[in-house]
């Protein structure tokens, strides 16, 4: 469900309540034996497009999975709420694991938040799926054994779009000027950056420090306009993506604007024609993978739209969870993880199975670069962009492009 406002449910609540205790503790054994899954994503702010998707995916996959049978029989209840911001997402989390008494904590996009909820979970020695912050220092520095992260971590973002760029002829001995948002997601994105230049013979001339409620970037645009680069790297988030791109094209600039992170809502609400460049993504509604299509198919006929890459990724989360529950036949967070750490693997709508990896519980899978198509090229408005080919390649490891222990420093607390 998503959570009703909190007084009119807790009086109805208490009013069937009390009807149960008298004529039907049959109804109280079965809703005890639901699987309670406690879900936040933002719905609100610079990142609420992305949780709108994101609420989709996974109820959809709840409900087939419910229509389904469950979970070795045991039906699951979703709660699902705006995780506002870091302070609010914490407090939303502990309330979840008090007094909603989830067996299982999933969600969110902001890696700021994300964190906050991580602490929430160590503190209360419980599981926490963290599905889409992509920051780096999640599973690097502030990592904890009781997180496991699903979505594609900076480095890897950068080490998709910086093999393309490469390729393309577009690194060694080019002069990048990056804007970045300005909190742990960004900072962390920009060190990603920082070292793929270092390591490639790319040279950065400047960087842009932006907060996340900036709408003008004309300010930045003018300072890009002075330093003369040849190419301009996004490392925004959210709707900022969206309006950066539209003001670039607008400006009217030579040099290409490539980027580090993109989600395609905002691809799609940029117009078409706006956005050019490479960027990278974890997946996209064209990939072409019969089990992929098919969840696509399904998503298209139940919404009327295509999936953005948040609605696929709670939805392979959540299938992802079911299938873990049903082999440690129960929600047990110490099995569970225990069970993950094993690099069990898991069909996520890809080429290749995912399974997360032990030492700092990240899912290893493909990512992809992609091309913006050009004003003329697109079929309707969700036809924006040309996927390219899977990296790491099919006989590379899927831990290539990742993170090494070396960038992570992730060290679990006994």
């Known amino acids: 469900m998503i959570r009703k406002n909190r007084r009119a449910v807790l009086k109805g609540g208490a009013a069937f309540a009390g009807t149960i205790a008298f004529g039907f503790p049959a109804i109280v054994r079965a809703q005890s034996n639901n699987i309670k899954i406690g879900h936040l994503t933002p719905l609100t702010g610079f990142l609420g497009a992305l949780g709108a998707y994101a609420q989709l995916g996974i109820k959809m996959a709840v409900e087939e999975i419910n229509a389904a049978g469950g979970v070795n029989g045991r039906k699951l209840d979703l709660i699902s709420e705006d995780s506002v911001n870091p302070a609010t997402a914490a407090t939303k989390a502990q309330r979840m694991y008090d007094q909603d008494k989830v067996d299982i904590l999933m969600g969110e996009i902001n890696s700021a938040s994300a964190l906050t909820i991580m602490q929430v979970a160590e503190r209360n020695k419980r599981f926490f799926l963290q599905i889409g912050a992509r920051s780096d220092a999640l599973r690097g520095k502030n990592c904890n054994k009781y997180t496991f992260h699903v979505d594609i971590p900076n480095t890897v973002m950068v080490n998709a779009v910086g093999q393309a760029l490469m ?18 997601f960004g900072h962390d994105l920009l060190a990603a950056a920082k070292r793929f230049f270092s390591a490639n013979e790319g040279n950065l001339i400047g960087n842009e420090l932006i907060a996340t409620d900036v709408t003008d970037f004309s300010p930045y645009l003018l300072k890009v306009r002075q330093a003369q680069p040849d190419i301009v790297c996004c490392n925004l988030a959210g709707n900022q ?33 706006n956005l050019a460049g490479t960027w990278p993504t974890v997946w996209y509604h064209t990939l072409d993978v019969p089990a992929s299509k098919t969840f696509v198919t399904n998503f298209i006929k139940k919404y009327g739209k295509p999936p953005e890459n948040h609605a696929w990724i709670e939805y392979v989360s959540m299938k992802v969870m079911a299938q873990a529950m049903s082999e440690i036949k129960g929600t047990d967070n110490a099995k569970l993880i225990a069970h993950l750490e094993k690099q069990a693997q898991f069909d996520i709508l890809k080429g290749r199975k995912g399974y997360f990896r032990n030492w700092d519980h990240q899912l290893m899978q493909e990512a992809y670069p992609f091309t913006a198509k050009k004003k003329g090229e697109p079929k309707d408005k969700w036809d ?31």
Do not use: H
């Open 241 to 273: 993506v969206t309006n950066l791109v539209k003001q670039y094209a607008e400006f009217g600039f030579s040099y290409p604007l490539v980027g580090f992170n993109l989600n395609t809502a905002d691809a799609w609400a940029a117009g078409e024609g």
């Open 167 to 184: 390729r393309d002829n577009m690194v060694k001995g080019k002069k990048f000027f990056t804007l970045t948002a300005d909190y742990i």
């Open 384 to 414: 924006v962009m040309t996927l390219g080919p899977a990296v790491p390649a099919a006989n590379q490891s899927l831990e290539s492009i990742a993170p090494t222990r070396e960038q992570n420093a992730c060290t679990f607390k006994a």
